[in-house]
């Protein structure tokens, strides 16, 4: 029992009256007739039957009126003093302080209850005896010191009213008829509310608890107000979808004095998630707006929204405010009926047509970007999950130039983060979901810049809401205006930054100390130092690549026996030292935070040179990659295509170089794009100017493809015979018997006839031998048989089939004729 409970039972007991009245020694009087018997509706013998009244008299003219089932049909003569809250109050005590004197007066004080949530048979029986259990709750919250009547406004108007305090809260506000009643909801928890005033007042008074102490002072500080409590637990459940370590601090907004303490702690998770679907179901329908809750209230209670769906909010003895043990209770109710929430709690107005013709227009813009809070969310979830391309995405960088989006939009998504963690703990909710919505919403504003989400009206997103141009100008100025003001407390140990992703901002916030973080020559104190490590290890890294390079290629591309080393080979290696260099710088200017200003600057300088490096290098590696292939398989005696070889290493180099010349421009400024998307609409001119040069390509794509001859290989091209030396993407080249040089287009020798003399089986000799007319027949035949025997024995000719015979009678000679064949690789050998 809490302290607040332990004095309003000390108070009831001993008859103190707060306001003035009859005193507690009043002679009790007899109780309405209409009560009911039974021992459950017996009042408390410490319960006076004289109930004063307090506030603004009754009028006179007031008379009873008729027993009704709602407010439609509530009597007319009761219309008056309902008409206001403090009138309605007024009435009701006088009502039911007079109605042990005169019963019939608990008739005129069924007027200001509203029995819609009952069945009408229970009203006619039983609705005297609410309105009488109703009178005394209000009098015994009077005599408690928990509610006093003059508060209430005497003005038609005035919103929702909660008396009372933790666990008797009534809610009275105005109905459809505009007239001021208990609500439905509080009249149908009469029965119960009676319940727990008789518990309070038969609770021993006679042993107070002394333990007033407050929660921790940053948990009572956090819930220091209505504003401050939905906001605190709107944070706490929105971290607890991504860490559910956060739902303690969501459920210490609820008062769970009124859900069983198993399914507290079995189902408080379920409990909070839920009303979080109620409060959204609320701000979407404009019933709830967290600017409206109050900062500051002298108020014990304070509703959300409108019957049926009424959350309270209550404060506490030590000064923080919670959601009520009543409205804790419904949220599995009132979570139920969220489908009829729209209808029950909000009337279109006239302005929802054109509003919803309005936000049509942008139903084709991704969800993501489709409204202010949803921009909002999209770009805290994305950085959270380190996704800075979809980060980037929520910013409108259209008032930087190319090269400046390219080298800072990762550093402005960054200091956006931090800028806003340092000024308030965003609640998405706060923010509005309508794509309609008016104006930009603007989340800060000062005299260095401003944050704020603007709907585009033009371009390819038009339609979709993101930081605005005005913000992206803004936010470096803005970021060295905050940098010096300490992150949020919910933000101190982890900001939002890491080393992976930003690394120059998570040094600032993480290890850079503020001493070195003062301005000098345009940069802190500690930039200057990152640049001139990053100049130091760069010339460090050179000199490293130059002296280690060659030692380890030395040892990777050894090939016993070969004859060239291709680990010595200085010149080739050079560009890496180059590369090593720029690398270095690179990831230096990673660390260091220059600005988009300097880094648009410096930064397109670093990436050609970086970009030309890299291609230098690649190109000169393509040349030791494709002779260490061909000497490591010489040495292990594997026959590699030479063609192959030669043109993959050709082919190679030109995408290497074609490549670097586009990055190389695209680094400059130059649109890469439009130039690519022209080859395609311009293809067929270009086929036809370089139609030979395509056609000598084809060629040696043919020679690949049909691997007609490699290189060392004796052909025959038409008219031209020669060994070939090489094959280029447009010609191939040929040494002639004379130790001439003959070069052949492609195109040529794809359409030509080619004797590839290199891939015979067998070498044919076909010899003449001329002897005389005097040669005898015993001296030709023992020729030929000596030929015979020659071919018989020699270890490279074929043994069969072989010829050696007289072909013919010459003018002058007898022609014996040898033709045989021999079994040879090369030319050299036959």
Partial sequence: MNLWIQRCVSAAVAGLLVTGGATASEPPETRPTSAPTSAADTRPASMPDSMPTTGPAAPPETQPGAVTTGPASQPAEAAAPQRTPARMMAFFLAATRDADEQPERLMAAMGCLDFALLDPEVVAAEGAEYARRAGTIVHALVRMGAFEPNTLPDEPAAGTRVIGREPLLLIIDRREDRQWRFSPSTVAEIPELYRRLQELLEAPASAPTTDTTPPPEPFTAKLRSPRALVRQFLVAVNDAERNPDFYPAALACLNFAGVDAAVAAEQGARYADQLQDVL?????????????????TTQTAYTIGREPVVLVLARQEVGHWLFSARTVAQIPTLYQQLGELGSAVAAPTAEEPARAAKGAAGLDVPAEYRSPRATMVTFLKSMNADDLRTAIRCLDLSGLSEVEREASARLLAGKLLLVMNRHKVVVPQEISDDPAFEGPYKHLIDRYGRIEIARQVGGDRAGEWLFSAATMKSIERLYDAWESRPLLPEFQADPGVSLRTLPSLWLRERVIPAELKRTGLWLQHWQWIGLGLALLLGWVAQHLARA??????????HV????????ADLPVLRPLALLALVVTWWAGLQFV??????????????????????????????????????????????????????????TLKVTVVAIGVLLMLATLGFQVEPLLAGLGIGGLAFSFAAKDTLSNFFGSVNVVLDRTFQVGDWVKIGAHEGTVESVGLRSSRLRTFYNSELTIPNAEIMNAVIDNLGR???????????????????????????ARELIRRHPFTRKDPFHVSVRAFAASSIDVVVDCFHDVSEYAVE
């Fill in 560 to 567: 016993p026996g070969a004859a060239r080393d291709f680990g």
């Fill in 280 to 296: 959204q179901r609320l701000l979407d329908l404009g019933v709830l707006k967290l600017e409206d809750l109050p900062e500051e």
């Fill in 593 to 650: 935070d220059l600005g988009a200003r300097v880094v648009g600057l410096v930064w397109p300088a670093i990436r050609f040179v970086l970009v030309a490096a890299a291609a230098w290098t690649l190109y000169t590696l393509i040349d030791v990659g494709a002779g260490y292939v061909a000497e490591r398989a010489a040495q292990r005696g594997l026959r590699l295509d030479d063609v192959l070889v030669s043109l993959a290493r050709k």
């Fill in 760 to 786: 015979r089986r067998y070498r044919r000799t076909l010899l003449t031998l001329s002897v005389t007319y005097q040669t005898t027949p015993e001296q030709l035949e023992a020729l030929c048989e000596g």
């Fill in 548 to 557: 280690l390079v060659p030692r380890l290629a030395r040892r990777l591309l």
